[in-house]
């Protein structure tokens, strides 16, 4: 990972009359900082060389090339993070409060890697100690629906993980499969589609976990349809078509 020191408006010549945009930007004389992070290493973010960046030689046609127009933007970049899953915080609950805070720190605060996005699973996942759902087999009212499992020590990890990014939390959730009795092949695993006429109280299920989130406090940026929806795995799953995606 590299870091570079910031541009200031004297090393970029910019006079006072002369707008920033025009002028051409350059990393030439510019100090970079190069940090390591390895596994079976001692190495944690660890700063292994300060260098600068020198004007090079007219590459050959045979080289790559990366010219970058810092002029010309594209989407806006909202970090980078992890998933929190119940296999995630069962982990994390058997810690020692030591171990969760320098855990914690290392992955969500400025002292660390400064994560900021969290993606949660919308009932179990493959990453998870069994499957289950928010309601009772067959309850496609939703009048069953809880979220009390998660209150056990997946809300209570993603609380803690928010308390230290704060305001630049984005938090989105995604399912691996719908409840067995809205699938084609009654079954959370293996595939199998989306019914048609289960539709309509699928998409309640995903309104009632954003607002049971809400509730804890737990702002929802937003939801994909669907995990890997082309994917039959052993574990949950479910298919779409891209078409299929669209029209849900």
């Known amino acids: 990972m590299a870091s570079c020191n910031n541009s200031k408006k004297e090393e970029l010549k910019v006079s006072d009359d002369q707008p920033i945009e025009n002028v051409v930007k350059s990393l030439v004389d510019q100090n970079v900082e190069v940090f390591t992070t390895a596994q079976d ?14 004007k090079a030689k007219q590459p050959l046609e045979t080289e790559v ?38 855990l914690l720190k290392a992955y969500y605060s400025d002292e660390g890697i400064n994560y900021n996005i969290i993606r949660t699973s919308i009932h179990s996942s493959d990453f998870g100690l069994g499957s289950h ?3 009772e087999e067959g309850d496609k009212e939703l009048k069953t629906f809880s979220i ?12 803690r993980a928010q308390a230290l990014i704060q305001d630049d939390l984005v938090f989105y959730a995604s399912p691996w499969s719908p409840p067995a009795f809205m699938k084609t092949n009654n079954n959370m695993l293996q595939g199998g589609k989306l019914l048609p006429e289960y539709n309509q109280a699928w998409a309640n299920y995903y309104v009632k976990f954003i607002e049971a989130y809400e509730a804890e406090d737990i702002p929802v940026w937003g939801v ?22 669209r029209d849900f």
Not at 73 to 100: N, P, R, W, Y
Not at 148 to 159: L, S
């Open 41 to 54: 290493t001692d190495k944690r973010l660890s700063l292994d060389l300060e260098t600068t960046f020198k």
């Open 65 to 102: 090339a990366v010219f970058v127009n810092p002029e010309k933007q594209f989407q806006e970049f909202l970090g980078i993070g992890g998933a929190i899953t119940d296999a995630a915080a069962e982990v994390f609950s058997a810690l020692s409060e030591d171990k969760q805070e320098e």
């Open 133 to 135: 759902t928010y309601i």
């Open 148 to 159: 009390e499992k998660d209150k056990v020590k997946r809300i209570p990890m993603i609380k």
């Open 224 to 245: 994909t349809i669907q995990n890997e929806p082309m994917a039959v795995q052993r574990w949950e799953s479910c298919i779409y078509t891209a078409e299929e995606e």
